[in-house]
């Protein structure tokens, strides 16, 4: 069952904690990224990797940290940096990094700061 | 500052009614435009990708159409479902890596019986 999943589905965090979401893709595309999602807001890029052991900021990646160690695998990680992390987390893949590739995205993972 | 805009930010019909949503962008150059759809607490689905030459594309009751003169989109829903309601997105890239796409805010479509 080919696909991208994200876990977990909900995680509370509390203050001073850092956390890691988990993205794994089994589509065996090059490119991964990780967005935010805040309520009545558009996705906001956080990071994203074109290539195994490669990644960039996107355009909030402060209080964040990611590493692609697999092609497969993606993990972020919200640090106690990251001021108001309580948002919902999307991760996606396409073939490439070409913008012409399609992105497709996981189910999300919500995270609540208590 | 490239921006995408969308309008209406809320829309109620009825279930069987047509609808269209707009996407207003600024985002040079130009490479494509995608329409999303995203159900309540889950991650978006593609449901049209567009290129500078395309004026429409449909997928099943989904038509969006394209003018890139005037850098405008719809996205123009047929005989509305329950299952319609979600939040649309529309995103928008420029001739460079997708790292650099810009979304909207999405317009949130709710369906009623």
């Known amino acids: 069952d080919g696909g991208i999943t994200q876990s977990p589905k909900y995680l509370f965090r509390k203050e001073g904690q850092n956390v890691t979401l988990s993205c794994e893709q089994n589509l065996n595309h090059d490119a991964m990224y990780w967005y935010r999602q805040d309520p009545g807001q558009g996705l906001r890029l956080i990071y994203y990797s074109q290539i195994v052991n490669d990644f960039q900021k996107g355009d909030i990646a402060e209080g964040y940290s990611v590493s692609r160690e697999k092609k497969e695998s993606f993990p972020l990680t919200v640090t106690s940096a990251q001021k108001n992390p309580t948002a919902f987390y999307l991760c996606?893949?396409?073939?490439?990094?070409?913008?012409?590739?399609?992105?497709?995205f996981g189910p999300g993972t919500r995270l609540t700061v208590l | 500052k490239n921006q995408v805009e969308q309008s209406p930010q809320s829309l109620i019909i009825l279930e069987g009614k047509n609808c269209t949503l707009q996407c207003n962008y600024t985002v040079s150059p130009f490479s494509n435009l995608r329409w999303y759809k995203q159900d309540t607490g889950r991650g978006p689905v593609s449901l049209t990708i567009?290129?500078?030459?395309?004026n429409t594309k449909s997928n099943g009751r989904y038509t969006a159409t394209l003018d890139a003169d005037t850098k405008q989109s719809s996205l123009h829903i047929t005989a509305s479902q329950l299952s319609d309601s979600a939040s649309y997105i529309c995103v928008v890239s420029p001739n460079t890596n997708a790292g650099k796409s810009t979304f909207g805010d999405g317009t949130t479509l709710t369906v009623k019986p």
């Open positions: 996606a893949s396409s073939i490439m990094s070409n913008t012409h590739d399609t992105q497709y």
């Open positions: 567009m290129t500078f030459s395309e």
